[in-house]
């Protein structure tokens, strides 16, 4: 059996998802949604309570919502009229083991 030591990840490299996602958090407002997110934890939060934290119009954050779950950083659910958006852990634990995989 081997020990942690012996076992090694399979190494990563940079792929093209790996570049939409650091283009989608490289905006001010994206990356306060994402924080904000990433702080409300697994059940994530609406998009109304979402809009109250960063302090955007409607329009202009749907808009971000969108770029951010299009790079596979943010996944949404439905229940009756309100629509969550939680931070898709594996694609973010997976994008910070690429930024980290050099140091």
Known sequence: M???DQLT??????????????KALSHLTRL?????????GADG??????QQAVN???PTLSHH???????GLLASRREERFIFY???RETVSD??????ACC
């Open 65 to 71: 919502l969108d770029i951010l779950q299009r790079a």
């Open 86 to 88: 939680r931070v898709n």
């Open 95 to 100: 994008l910070v083991r690429l930024l980290t």
């Open 32 to 40: 306060r949604v994402f924080f904000h997110l990433v702080k409300q």
């Open 45 to 50: 939060d609406s998009v109304g309570n979402i």
């Open 56 to 58: 955007v119009p409607g």
């Open 2 to 4: 081997k020990t942690i």
């Open 9 to 22: 990840l399979a190494p990563i490299q940079a792929e093209p998802r790996h570049v939409e996602a650091c």
